[in-house]
């Protein structure tokens, strides 16, 4: 079981402190650091110092750490031009030495476009999905040769598709419950699908659909990474736990029902219900207090240790 730190930096991070989590997660031997890519705080409290570029920020990462693999959970797709994104992507990967993985997201949340002026299409899944077919389009174009791409929403003409990035293929991570075209195009163009804060139940489900969507397809369902998001509190005692839980401004018990939240044995055997249902081989544990490197060190003792 893989565990990767996630983050979600639009309710109030700068980079020094994203920083300071991404090399607390490498030297305490996470897998990964992953940050969502939104531009506006959601829920109570302020933003401050407001947002952070997802993109930038993981070029920034991408230097100053050396192990961990760096990405998204999710990049949306209304917020950058395929092929401009395609480049971004392929230059971090290149900073990173190759440890780039690639979130992507067809992009949901009206109230942060309208506050930056971005605007938010009708046809969003669409757009969604010819994205896809540009971005590893050009990513997997030979060098030295050129990408073409005409759709509804987006065309390339004669792209000489570089930057190429430092692997030979990006993992590309799609995501949700949705129940027919998510299935679909993971099976088309993902290495891992990821199902954020859902029940081991709903997780079973959706995984097996996704199986069977892959099988389909004429690829092995074994191929994929399958992997969960959830919150994470966890302490040494009920007080430590209810502490933590109060300043994110949730209640333990809603924590333990939909999250990893508790003792270190009861998130452990709740992590194994995961795998043995679900099938879950990866977890990104969302940290929403990213001042508490603390709890990342406890969980890194207390928790990894047994997986």
């Known amino acids: 079981m893989d565990l990767r730190i996630f983050t979600e930096p639009q309710q109030g991070a700068s980079y020094d402190t994203l920083l300071a989590v991404a090399k607390a997660t490498e030297d305490l031997g996470y897998d990964a650091f992953f940050r969502s890519d939104h531009y506006l705080k959601m829920g109570d409290g302020d933003g401050l110092p407001g947002p952070t570029d997802a993109w930038t920020t993981l070029a920034g990462l991408a230097r100053e750490t050396r192990r961990i693999r760096l990405g998204t959970l999710m990049t949306s797709a209304t917020f950058r031009y395929p092929g401009v994104l395609a480049i971004q992507v392929a230059q971090v990967d290149a900073m990173s030495g190759g440890r780039v993985e690639f979130g992507f997201g067809a992009g949901w949340f009206e109230a942060e476009h309208a506050a930056y002026g971005i605007p938010f299409p009708d046809e ?9 077919a540009v971005l590893t389009g050009l990513w997997g174009t030979p060098a030295g040769e050129t990408f073409n791409y005409v759709g509804k929403h987006y065309s390339l003409t004669d792209s000489p598709a570089l930057p190429k990035p430092a692997q030979a293929k990006i993992p590309v991570i799609i995501g949700g419950l949705g129940a027919k075209r998510t299935p679909r195009l993971t099976a088309r163009y993902a290495d891992e699908f ?14 097996a659909r996704v199986r069977g969507a892959v099988k389909e397809a004429g690829r092995d369902p074994e191929e994929l990474v399958y992997s969960n998001a959830l919150i994470a509190c966890v302490g040494s005692d009920d007080a430590e736990v209810a502490r933590r839980a109060a300043v994110i401004g ?16 009861e998130v452990v055997d709740k992590i194994g219900r995961y795998a043995e249902t679900a099938g879950t081989s990866r977890i990104y544990l969302q940290m929403l207090d990213l001042s508490d490197l603390d709890h990342l060190e406890f969980i890194a003792d207390k928790v990894m240790s047994q997986l």
């Not at 969003?124 to 896809?132: D, P, V």
């Not at 333990?252 to 044995?265: F, I, Q, R, T, Y």
């Open 124 to 132: 969003k899944f669409a757009r969604f999905e010819e994205q896809l």
């Open 194 to 207: 990821n199902i954020p804060f859902a029940s081991i139940e709903d997780s079973a489900a959706q995984f």
């Open 250 to 265: 949730r209640e333990v018990d809603e924590l333990k029902a939909n999250g990893l939240a508790g003792s270190p044995a």
